[in-house]
């Protein structure tokens, strides 16, 4: 992901298979994964602990990842669930191997 200029992500964060998610947008997904890993922004994903990134999408300007960004808030669950399983059915932590 480095050496992308003007880059924006659409992200997913759950706890477990099924769990709670959370939908958040950035323009550092490596540095955004640092700050929820190491539970360093107060809030819902701290809360919940949601730190295991199981969906992200990349965009090149910021304007349509915040349009991304509020179109999946606005979807029911199971869309979401879906949208989640269709290229990670287990639900893998995709950033596990990023250094933190």
Do not use: P
């Not at 550092?28 to 929820?36: A, G, I, K, P, Q």
């Amino acid at each position: 992901m480095k050496g992308n200029y003007y880059q924006f992500y659409v992200y997913i964060l759950s706890n477990k298979k099924n769990g709670t998610l959370y939908i958040g947008m950035t323009n550092d997904l490596e540095r955004r994964m640092f700050e929820h890993k190491n539970k360093l922004r107060a809030g819902f994903t701290k809360k919940y602990e949601l730190d295991k990134l199981v969906y992200f999408e990349q965009f090149q300007y910021v304007n349509d990842a915040i349009k991304r960004e509020k179109q999946l808030k606005n979807w029911n669950r199971q869309w979401k669930i879906d949208l989640i399983e269709k290229d990670n059915g287990k639900w893998n932590d995709l950033a596990k191997d990023w250094i933190y």
